[in-house]
């Protein structure tokens, strides 16, 4: 069983920056931000491999840099240039499959979530 705790997030003006972190408990190979808007479906933000390999949704592209320390079994996901759109819950996935990518049911573990607001 794999246990996700995220970290970080709040409140911040359109162009700022925001990190959120999650610590992972138990073995993992892709894990993953998702976030979720009231009335929207989950979409994926950034997945990123064992070896670092990370992938983007087009929206966060430039903007957004996941990042992963092994030894810590720590995602990170370092948010810049915010925009009111980013506005959503994040919530930290991670899935036990050999691939990944941006779809929710490659993930296996969620965490509870973390609110991450950007006002105009």
């Known amino acids: 069983q794999v246990q996700l705790v995220e970290s970080g997030g709040g409140s911040v003006q359109a162009g700022g920056s925001l990190r959120v972190s999650c610590v992972a408990t138990?073995?993992?190979?892709?894990m993953a931000w998702f976030r979720q808007s009231p009335g929207k479906e989950r979409e994926g933000v950034a997945a990123?491999?064992?070896?670092?390999?990370?992938i983007y949704a087009d929206s966060v592209k430039g903007r957004f840099t996941a990042s992963r320390d092994n030894a810590k079994n720590t995602l990170y996901l370092q948010m810049n240039n915010l925009k009111p759109e980013d506005t959503a819950m994040y919530y930290c996935?991670?899935?036990?499959?050999?691939?990944?990518?941006?779809?929710?049911?490659?993930?296996?573990?969620w965490g509870q979530g973390i609110q991450v607001t950007v006002s105009s």
């Open positions: 996935a991670a899935g036990t499959r050999f691939w990944c990518d941006l779809t929710v049911r490659t993930f296996d573990y």
């Open positions: 138990g073995d993992t190979r892709c």
């Open positions: 990123t491999t064992t070896g670092g390999r990370s």
